[in-house]
């Protein structure tokens, strides 16, 4: 069974930075793509950025372009966000996910997803 675990959330001031973490588990994800969504109070999951496994392949939403990366390392089934220059409204719970594809993580039903971890960032 994969697991997803994020780790990494916590309360910023505007213009600071975090490193969120998903250490993934239970399988193997050498043909898989993996990504983050973030979800504020009162509105819809929100896709944030996502990686190939085996290529490297990233894919940015608009509103992070710049100011997020996401990375992983193959070694140790991690995968990363670091967020810098933080806004406000980048408040919301972040959650971890797999699938196969890029392109199923953004138009299809997700195989898996991590708890989420809370980020605030305060003004």
């Known amino acids: 069974q994969v697991q997803l675990v994020e780790s990494g959330g916590g309360l910023v001031q505007a213009g600071g930075s975090l490193r969120l973490s998903c250490a993934a588990s239970g399988g193997t994800f050498s043909n898989s793509a993996m990504g983050w969504f973030r979800q504020a109070p009162g509105k819809e999951r929100e896709f944030v950025a996502a990686?190939?496994?085996?290529?490297?392949?990233?894919d940015y939403a608009d509103s992070v372009l710049g100011r997020f990366t996401i990375s992983k390392d193959n070694a140790k089934n991690t995968l990363y966000l670091q967020m810098n220059s933080l806004k406000p409204e980048d408040t919301a719970v972040y959650y971890c996910?797999?699938?196969?594809?890029?392109?199923?993580?953004?138009?299809?039903?997700?195989?898996?997803w991590g708890q989420g971890t809370q980020v605030t960032v305060s003004s």
């Open positions: 990686i190939t496994w085996s290529r490297g392949i990233t």
């Open positions: 996910a797999a699938d196969r594809t890029i392109y199923k993580l953004r138009t299809g039903t997700i195989g898996y």
